[in-house]
T-cell receptor
Framework: SQQGEEDPQALSIQEGENATMNCSYK?????LQWYRQNSGRGLVHLIL?????REKHSGRLRVTLDTSKKSSSLLITASRAADTASYFC????????????FGQGTTLQVKP | DARVTQTPRHKVTEMGQEVTMRCQPI?????VFWYRQTMMQGLELLAY????????DSGMPKDRFSAEMPDATLATLKIQPSEPRDSAVYFC??????????????FGEGSRLTVL
């Protein structure tokens, strides 16, 4: 069963614009992670934010976490055509198992 | 670069046939996961192992699916007999969990299964 619900399901923007994707989850978490998947490929880890963190940056990526609202957002700034992919949030509810439950994902299209 | 290797990348088979998918996790990782991805259900966790021991396989249809780790370099997912509803992309992922583990998972490129 899915832990995360992502919004929007699909997003189309022009190159250079910012893209924001949101994720909501249901249970308490140890950490939340974002992954990227190019068409026909495996998932690639982007960033991890722990439950005691509120914001994290990595290059053009900015992730926020609001545990009171059980939600997270991923912001990609100055998007490029190469950012076109599906983006998934995944929650780890236990520090012992590493088990990740994935959301349904947001499909991002960046037009050149 | 260390990577998770999955074989086969593509498999087309007929209903009722046995299918075995293989995964070589990254050396040094202590946890291996099997996920299934479909358009309708998204990414579903089927089973996972810690130090080769099965921790949880509650996501798998028990009557036809089995997962094993015969050694640290090989994880297998077997479907017998296969059914058309098993058509999906099956991903193996490995990670270092606990201790100095980062918590991130490394995914293989997947095995795309089509059951006719």
């Amino acid at each position: 069963s899915q832990q995360g619900e992502e919004d929007p399901q699909a997003l189309s923007i022009q190159e250079g614009e910012n893209a924001t994707m949101n994720c909501s989850y249901k249970t308490s978490i140890n950490n939340l992670q974002w992954y990227r998947q190019n068409s026909g490929r495996g998932l690639v880890h982007l960033i991890l934010i722990r439950s005691n963190e509120r914001e994290k940056h990595s290059g053009r990526l900015r992730v926020t976490l609001d545990t009171s609202k059980k939600s997270s957002s991923l912001l990609i700034t100055a998007s490029r055509a190469a950012d076109t992919a599906s983006y998934f949030c995944a929650t780890d509810a236990s520090s012992n198992t590493g088990k990740l439950i994935f959301g349904q994902g947001t499909t991002l299209q960046v037009k050149p | 670069d260390a990577r998770v290797t999955q074989t086969p990348r593509h498999k087309v088979t007929e209903m009722g046939q046995e299918v075995t998918m293989r995964c070589q996790p990254i050396l040094g990782h202590n946890t291996v996961f099997w996920y299934r991805q479909t358009m309708m259900q998204g990414l579903e966790l089927l089973a996972y192992f810690r130090n080769r021991a099965p921790l949880d396989d509650s996501g798998m249809p028990k009557d036809r699916f089995s997962a094993e780790m015969p050694d640290a370099t090989l994880a297998t997912l077997k479907i017998q007999p296969s059914e058309p509803r098993d058509s999906a992309v099956y991903f193996c992922a490995s990670g270092l969990v606990g201790g100095r583990g980062t918590g991130e998972l490394f995914f293989g490129e997947g095995s795309r299964l089509t059951v006719l």
